[in-house]
Structures are given as structure tokens and as C-alpha cells.
């Protein structure tokens, strides 16, 4: 990468001081102005051509000790001495300008030399088309803002020389048709010229400056947030920071994760972060830090599944629940239920209890105390029979007592199973959406009070609820 962008910049050494010596020497022989203007453009774009080789050379050098973000804005600042060429030759051509439209100077061009000239700035056309299409491609692909600035002045080569040329056509017309006034077509041209050179050189040294001052580029951060954004597990954004550097950025962030994630996952959003990054913004440096969000309820989801991980390591634990947790002096104290298979002696729960309570209070280092209470729910086996078939008119019965409800149900898909004459039913019922938890439980608890209130051998009724699907 580093000896294409400086063979690119050496060439466009070379192309400068070819076009400088032979404007200097045309336009000398002529006495052009504008000739003369554009030998002085081009010999400023030789000594940025120059400065922009060293720039780009001592650019690519890497960081060391004294400069930990690089030697990139050197090529920020050699933009900078190059605005500063360009606006030196624009008031020297604005003098000359002025003293040739109105203080009376009078410089003769003659005819031959302005055919001499066209052809000189055709030439110089055709040069500059060509170095400055090298610069930009080399800018574009390797974010040089110090081939970019020359690619400029090159590109503002091509339209003075089309201005100049203009002057030159007028001087020659005037002269073949004694048209004295038409003499003056050279200093304007020059005057043309200084106006465009000075707008590109405003254009570029404000640029310039921004970069200096590490000024962010536009719309940078708002590329960066929607990268961050996108990433799952991010939950703030508190700070974004761009500092460009030649054709590097370093990139800050701070970002908000939730204070329960593991070391590992949040290694692992810092790593995806960077790599949208890089993919988004090849010459970039992203250094993130992270800080903790607390989320309403992911502490309890937290101690849940902390808990549920020690107890399913006991063989003899199903099912966890009435977890309380209890914070007195920034410390907790956690009270819980567990359902066991089997029967056991006070001296084998008081042992299971201790063992639990040590292993939660080694997992959760605030954790002053853990009561365990245990409930023997031995597993059933029920063996039964499908009667479904032989229950229609049941199954009809139950249709209408159920879908008659004000709630709008729809209970489908009934099925009813036979033990020792008592009947087991499973009901699916669809109900809407946006019902709650809590209503839901009602209108469950509500069709099996009224199944056993009709039906007399129902020994136990499961339902299952679905959204309903309009």
C-alpha cells in the first residue's frame, strides 16, 4: 500500500514540473498573463506535489511511542500548507489582473504565441485529466486525504487551462480582426482563474482545518450508531467519538450492557461491534467500553435461573417455585419451595437444604441466608381410556356450555379419557390476545367450576388456551 500511494505521488511530481518549465517558457515567449498565471498554478502544484510525497511517505510510518494514534495527520497538514500555495498564487494573479484591466499595464501577446499557448494548455489538459483520475483512485482506495488534496489541484488545472485557452482564443480573434478590446480577454481569463482556485482552496482548507481539529466527518456518527444499534445485547449508546487521522479513524464508544450478562457474551457484542465496524469503516481503530444497565425484573430472571442451575444437579428435585427474595442492608435473604419425587427423613432434607443453600450463596456473593422448604409431589402414572367416541353427545353438551360464554370462547378439539369411571377432560380453547395472565386464570377456573358442576365423575379437567385467530 505504501509504495503505490507514493509512486502515485512522484508521478504527480514529475507531471508538475514538466507542465511548470514548459508554461514558464510559452508563456514568457508570449507574454501571456494567463499563461503566466497558470505557470505560477502549476509550480505551486509542484511544490504541493512535493509535500504531498513526503506527506504521504511519512504518513504510513507506524505508531510508536511519541505517537500512539499514528503520523496520519501529517498528510492533514500538508493539505493545509498547499491551501496556503494556492491562495499566495491567486493574489499574485489578482494584482496582475488589476493592473492590466484598469492601472493601464500593458503586456503584448502576440497571435503566434497565443497558438502556441492553446496548444500548450491542451497539452496540459490532457496531462492533468490523466494524473488526477491516478490520484483519486489511489484517494478512494486507500482513504488519502493528502492525494485527495492533489488529485484537486490537478482537476483545478483542467478547468483554468479551459479558461485560459478562452483568453487566448479572444487575443488571437482581436488581433486578426483589429478588435482592441478583445485584448483583455487574457486578464479576465486570469481573474477567471483566481475565482475558481480560491473557492476550491477555501473548499479544501476548511476541510483541512476540520480534520486538525478533529472535527468528526459528516454523517460518521450516525453510521457508527446505527452499526451499534443493530448489534442484539446493546441497550444505550452513551458516548460516540470519531477522530480522523489522515486515512484513519479511531473510533470511542461507551456503551450500556445489561449488568447480568457473563464476561463471555459481553466479549462477544464488543466483538461483533468491531467487526460491523471494520466491515462499515475499513480504516478504522474501535476501542469500546462498556458500563452496567440495570433492566426492570432481569435481576429476578437472574436469580431464577441461578437457582434452577444448582437445583438440577439434585436428581431428587422437580420444580421450583414461590421464590421470595428478601433485601435487608444491601444484603438478601432468599426464601424458596422445592417439589420433590420422593419421601425423605428430616436428616436427608435438612443435608439437601444445607448443600443447596451453600452452593446459591457461593453463586450470589450477596446472599446472606437461603431457606429451603420442600414438598413431596410424588410422580403419576395413570393408566386410562380413550373415550372420546363413545362421548358425542358429551362432547356436544360441553360444546354448548362453553361456547355460549360471554367471554366469546372457542373451545375446540375435546377429549375425554376414562379411569375407574371418572372422566378426564383435555380442552383446547382459543380466547383473545391481549387477555391477561391473570384473566385468563379466571376464565379457566370458571369452565371447570361449571364441567363439575354438570358433570358429576369429572376427576380432573386440563386446558389448554391459544390465541384466538380471527
Given at each position: 500500500?505504501?509504495?503505490?500511494k507514493?509512486?502515485?505521488?512522484l508521478s504527480?511530481?514529475?507531471?508538475?514540473?514538466f507542465?511548470?518549465?514548459?508554461?514558464i517558457v510559452?508563456?514568457?515567449?508570449?507574454?501571456?498573463?494567463?499563461?503566466l498565471?497558470?505557470a505560477?498554478h502549476?509550480?505551486?502544484?509542484?511544490?504541493a506535489?512535493?509535500?504531498t510525497?513526503?506527506?504521504?511517505?511519512?504518513?504510513?510510518?507506524p505508531?510508536?511511542?511519541?505517537?500512539?494514534?499514528?503520523h496520519?495527520?501529517?498528510?492533514?497538514?500538508?493539505?493545509?500548507?498547499?491551501?496556503a500555495?494556492?491562495?499566495v498564487?491567486?493574489g499574485?494573479?489578482?494584482?496582475?489582473?488589476?493592473?492590466?484591466?484598469?492601472?493601464?499595464?500593458?503586456?503584448?501577446v502576440e497571435?503566434?504565441g497565443?497558438?502556441?499557448?492553446?496548444?500548450?494548455?491542451?497539452?496540459?489538459?490532457?496531462?492533468?485529466?490523466?494524473r488526477s483520475?491516478?490520484?483519486?483512485?489511489?484517494?478512494?482506495?486507500?482513504?488519502?486525504q493528502?492525494?485527495?488534496a492533489?488529485?484537486?489541484?490537478f482537476?483545478t488545472?483542467?478547468?483554468?487551462?479551459?479558461v485560459?485557452?478562452?483568453?487566448?482564443?479572444c487575443?488571437?480573434i482581436?488581433?486578426?480582426?483589429?478588435?482592441?478590446?478583445?485584448?483583455?480577454?487574457d486578464?479576465?481569463?486570469?481573474?477567471g482563474?483566481s475565482?475558481?482556485?480560491?473557492?476550491?482552496?477555501?473548499d479544501l482548507?476548511?476541510?483541512?482545518?476540520d480534520?486538525l481539529?478533529?472535527?468528526?466527518?459528516k454523517?460518521m456518527?450516525?453510521?457508527?450508531l446505527?452499526e451499534?444499534?443493530?448489534?442484539?445485547g446493546?441497550?444505550?449508546?452513551?458516548?460516540?467519538?470519531?477522530?480522523?487521522?489522515?486515512?484513519n479513524?479511531?473510533?470511542d464508544?461507551?456503551?450500556?450492557?445489561?449488568?447480568?450478562?457473563?464476561?463471555?457474551?459481553?466479549?462477544?457484542i464488543v466483538?461483533?461491534?468491531k467487526?460491523r465496524l471494520?466491515n462499515?469503516?475499513?480504516?478504522?481503530?474501535?476501542?469500546?467500553?462498556t458500563f452496567?444497565?440495570?433492566?426492570?425484573?432481569?435481576?429476578?430472571?437472574?436469580?431464577?435461573?441461578t437457582?434452577?442451575?444448582?437445583?438440577?444437579?439434585?436428581?431428587?428435585?422437580?420444580?421450583?417455585?414461590?421464590?421470595?427474595?428478601y433485601?435487608?442492608?444491601?444484603?438478601?435473604?432468599?426464601?424458596?419451595?422445592l417439589?420433590?419425587?420422593?419421601?425423605?427423613?428430616?436428616?436427608e432434607?435438612h443435608?439437601l437444604?444445607?448443600?443447596?443453600?451453600?452452593?446459591?450463596q457461593?453463586?450470589m456473593?450477596?446472599v446472606?441466608?437461603v431457606?429451603?422448604?420442600?414438598?413431596?409431589?410424588?410422580q403419576?402414572?395413570i393408566?386410562?381410556?380413550?373415550?372420546?367416541?363413545?362421548k358425542?353427545a358429551?362432547?356436544s353438551?360441553?360444546?354448548?356450555?362453553?361456547n355460549k360464554?360471554p367471554?366469546?370462547?372457542?373451545?375446540?378439539?375435546?377429549?375425554?379419557?376414562s379411569r375407574?369411571?371418572?372422566?378426564?377432560m383435555?380442552?383446547h380453547?382459543?380466547l383473545?390476545?391481549?387477555?391477561?395472565?391473570e384473566k385468563?386464570?379466571?376464565i379457566?377456573?370458571?369452565?371447570?367450576?361449571?364441567?363439575?358442576?354438570?358433570?358429576?365423575n369429572?376427576?380432573?379437567?386440563?386446558?389448554?388456551?391459544?390465541?384466538?385467530?380471527e
Amino acid at each position: 500500500m505504501s509504495s503505490e500511494k507514493q509512486k502515485v505521488a512522484l508521478s504527480s511530481v514529475f507531471a508538475a514540473v514538466f507542465l511548470t518549465i514548459i508554461k514558464i517558457v510559452v508563456g514568457v515567449f508570449t507574454g501571456s498573463l494567463g499563461l503566466l498565471s497558470e505557470a505560477a498554478h502549476s509550480a505551486m502544484d509542484l511544490g504541493a506535489a512535493i509535500v504531498t510525497f513526503f506527506a504521504v511517505k511519512i504518513s504510513d510510518k507506524p505508531a510508536d511511542m511519541d505517537h500512539n494514534y499514528g503520523h496520519g495527520k501529517i498528510e492533514s497538514f500538508s493539505a493545509l500548507i498547499e491551501t496556503a500555495l494556492l491562495l499566495v498564487t491567486c493574489g499574485w494573479i489578482i494584482y496582475e489582473a488589476v493592473e492590466r484591466l484598469f492601472l493601464g499595464k500593458i503586456v503584448q501577446v502576440e497571435a503566434a504565441g497565443s497558438v502556441w499557448g492553446i496548444g500548450i494548455m491542451i497539452l496540459s489538459i490532457v496531462i492533468n485529466v490523466s494524473r488526477s483520475r491516478a490520484l483519486k483512485k489511489a484517494a478512494q482506495k486507500y482513504g488519502s486525504q493528502a492525494l485527495e488534496a492533489d488529485a484537486l489541484h490537478f482537476d483545478t488545472d483542467v478547468w483554468s487551462s479551459l479558461v485560459v485557452i478562452v483568453g487566448l482564443v479572444c487575443v488571437a480573434i482581436g488581433d486578426f480582426f483589429n478588435i482592441p478590446w478583445l485584448k483583455y480577454g487574457d486578464p479576465v481569463a486570469a481573474l477567471g482563474v483566481s475565482v475558481l482556485v480560491i473557492f476550491v482552496s477555501i473548499d479544501l482548507g476548511k476541510r483541512t482545518i476540520d480534520v486538525l481539529l478533529d472535527a468528526a466527518p459528516k454523517g460518521m456518527i450516525t453510521n457508527v450508531l446505527n452499526e451499534v444499534n443493530a448489534v442484539n445485547g446493546v441497550l444505550d449508546v452513551a458516548s460516540v467519538r470519531v477522530r480522523p487521522s489522515g486515512p484513519n479513524y479511531f473510533i470511542d464508544l461507551s456503551i450500556g450492557i445489561n449488568r447480568n450478562e457473563s464476561h463471555r457474551v459481553v466479549h462477544s457484542i464488543v466483538d461483533e461491534i468491531k467487526e460491523r465496524l471494520h466491515n462499515k469503516i475499513p480504516n478504522c481503530d474501535v476501542m469500546v467500553s462498556t458500563f452496567p444497565i440495570d433492566i426492570p425484573g432481569a435481576e429476578d430472571r437472574e436469580v431464577f435461573h441461578t437457582i434452577k442451575k444448582i437445583v438440577d444437579k439434585f436428581p431428587i428435585c422437580t420444580n421450583i417455585h414461590n421464590i421470595h427474595v428478601y433485601e435487608v442492608a444491601k444484603r438478601k435473604f432468599i426464601a424458596l419451595h422445592l417439589e420433590i419425587k420422593e419421601s425423605m427423613t428430616l436428616k436427608e432434607s435438612h443435608k439437601l437444604s444445607h448443600d443447596i443453600s451453600e452452593m446459591i450463596q457461593e453463586a450470589m456473593c450477596d446472599v446472606e441466608e437461603v431457606s429451603v422448604n420442600f414438598e413431596c409431589v410424588k410422580q403419576r402414572h395413570i393408566q386410562a381410556q380413550d373415550v372420546t367416541e363413545e362421548k358425542e353427545a358429551l362432547i356436544s353438551e360441553i360444546d354448548k356450555m362453553i361456547n355460549k360464554a360471554p367471554d366469546k370462547l372457542n373451545c375446540h378439539d375435546i377429549k375425554i379419557y376414562s379411569r375407574d369411571d371418572k372422566l378426564t377432560m383435555f380442552l383446547h380453547c382459543e380466547l383473545y390476545e391481549d387477555y391477561t395472565s391473570e384473566k385468563i386464570e379466571l376464565i379457566s377456573k370458571s369452565i371447570s367450576n361449571k364441567l363439575r358442576s354438570n358433570i358429576s365423575n369429572v376427576a380432573d379437567i386440563h386446558i389448554h388456551v391459544e390465541p384466538m385467530h380471527e
